[in-house]
């Protein structure tokens, strides 16, 4: 069974950092894709934000909002893959979801991961 768990949220006061991680189970091959997408509060699952997307073979997309802010990286022995989150602003409060698309166009989410950024 394939399951995506995402860590590392929590409540960061504007100008910090989070690191969150998105680790895979359940897949060991077959790969396209990793992405983070949020959820802003009041907005809707159709209205998820896609925030960065990691390629199988390590091409990166960083969405405009917080491009110079936010890296991806993938740790594919470990089937991981991390968001850098630095100079968080109270706009990047949201969920965070971790996606991932197989080949086969098969897609998985997780659970989410809250990220609040307030004083």
């Known amino acids: 069974q394939v399951q995506l768990v995402e860590l590392g949220g929590g409540l960061v006061q504007p100008g910090g950092s989070l690191r969150l991680s998105c680790e895979v189970s359940?897949?060991?091959?077959?790969?396209?894709?990793w992405a983070w997408y949020r959820q802003a509060p009041g907005k809707q699952r159709q209205q998820r934000e896609l925030?960065?997307?990691?390629?199988?073979?390590?091409?990166?997309s960083i969405a405009d909002a917080v491009k110079g802010r936010f890296t991806v990286s993938g740790d594919y022995a470990n089937n991981t893959v991390s968001l850098q989150m630095n100079d968080l602003k109270p706009e990047d409060t949201a969920v965070y979801y971790c996606?991932?698309?197989?080949?086969?166009?098969?897609?998985?989410w997780g659970q989410g991961t809250q990220v609040t950024v307030s004083s």
């Open positions: 925030v960065a997307v990691i390629m199988s073979g390590d091409t990166t």
């Open positions: 359940g897949i060991t091959s077959g790969i396209y894709a």
């Open positions: 996606y991932l698309k197989k080949h086969n166009g098969y897609v998985y």
